[in-house]
Nanobody, 118 residues
Framework: QVQLEESGGGTAKAGGSLRLSCAAS????????LGWFRQVPGKGREKVAS???????IYVDSVKGRFTVSQDAAKTTLYLQMNSLRREDTAMYYC????????????WGQGTPVTVSS
């Protein structure tokens, strides 16, 4: 079973940048596909970006061209480089994993908060 721990959240001004990291451990990390989700109070969790197990990257339209998801070769760390931040990017960001045989993300980190100020 994989464990996930996010870091790198904080406060940035609109137009600024932040980089999130997610350390994956336990199990066979290469068997898992990782992604980033975010959630604001009162709303459902939104998938922001992910890397499929075949390496393809997927982004929600609102972050295309601004955010970049990447991971190290060992698939033990997932990153989210967030540039040109907007106030609407303010949310709790979660790292998630799904086994490559599953379609649902079943493993979650505790989350890291991102606040974008004007």
């Amino acid at each position: 079973q994989v464990q996930l721990e996010e870091s790198g959240g904080g406060t940035a001004k609109a137009g600024g940048s932040l980089r999130l990291s997610c350390a994956a451990s336990g199990g066979t990390t290469r068997s898992y596909c990782l992604g980033w989700f975010r959630q604001v109070p009162g709303k459902g969790r939104e998938k922001v970006a992910s890397i499929d197990c075949d390496g393809a990257t997927i982004y929600v339209d609102s972050v295309k061209g601004r955010f970049t998801v990447s991971q190290d070769a060992a698939k033990t760390t997932l990153y989210l480089q967030m540039n040109s931040l907007r106030r609407e990017d303010t949310a709790m960001y979660y790292c998630a994993a799904r086994h490559h045989t599953q379609s649902r993300y079943n493993y979650w980190g505790q989350g890291t908060p991102v606040t974008v100020s004007s």
